[in-house]
């Protein structure tokens, strides 16, 4: 995680885009954090990993879910 001022966020977007692949952005204002900026590919996989695990397996397969909604149309 890098941590920068705004300003210098400001002043180096470009090359604080392309760091956005690698690691996460703390923007600071006045020596306080003020904005988070995460790749949306890391984001999303983290978002999936949180609820990993969170809906239990009672067993319901692809092929339930797919004739059930075939069986309401």
Do not use: C, H, W
């Not at 703390?26 to 995460?38: D, F, G, L, Y």
């Amino acid at each position: 995680m890098l941590q920068i001022t705004a300003t210098e966020f400001k002043s180096n977007f470009g090359k604080y885009l392309a760091l956005l692949s690698k690691e996460t952005i703390i923007i600071t204002k006045n020596k306080k954090p003020v904005a988070k900026i995460t790749s949306a590919i890391d984001d999303k996989v983290s978002m999936v990993q949180s609820i990993f695990g969170a809906v239990p397996d009672n067993g319901y397969t692809l092929e339930d879910t797919r004739r059930d909604r075939l069986s309401r149309q």
